[in-house]
């Protein structure tokens, strides 16, 4: 079974940090991307930073650019999310999500891949003013 094991959640006050990390275990894919979303009461669920496990390429959401970083462990299949300058509306459950691209599914070729996606459990952050 894919896992997708989150921690670093908590409670930080305006301007501190946190680093969120994202195990994922049990896949298979010949590509892969993983990232974090989050949502906030009210809200809907919001990508904010991605990262391919092939290229490296990263993605980020305006409301994050230039204050989150997010980097990937290819050998621990791991991504973490360092957040800084942190601000009451980043007040959110963060969930990590993994994307998998597989050339051959149920043997079918997929010349675009077929595309699964998995969730991790959200991990609470509250930002404190």
């Known amino acids: 079974d894919v896992q997708l094991q989150a921690s670093g959640g908590g409670l930080v006050q305006v301007g501190g940090s946190l680093r969120l990390s994202c195990a994922a275990s049990?896949?298979?894919?010949?590509?892969?991307?993983i990232g974090w979303f989050r949502q906030a009461p009210g809200t809907e669920r919001e990508g904010i930073a991605c990262?391919?496990?092939?290229?490296?390429?990263?993605y980020y959401a305006d409301s994050v650019k230039g204050r989150f970083t997010i980097s990937g462990d290819n050998v621990k299949d791991t991504v973490y999310l360092q957040m800084g300058s942190l601000k009451p509306e980043d007040t959110a459950v963060y969930y990590c999500?993994?994307?998998?691209?597989?050339?051959?599914?149920?043997?079918?070729?997929?010349?675009?891949?077929?595309?699964?996606?998995?969730w991790g459990r959200g991990t609470q952050v509250t930002v404190s003013s």
């Open positions: 999500n993994l994307k998998t691209l597989l050339s051959y599914y149920r043997g079918t070729y997929y010349p675009e891949g077929y595309e699964h996606d998995y």
């Open positions: 049990g896949f298979t894919a010949d590509d892969y991307v």
């Open positions: 990262i391919s496990s092939s290229t490296g390429s990263t």
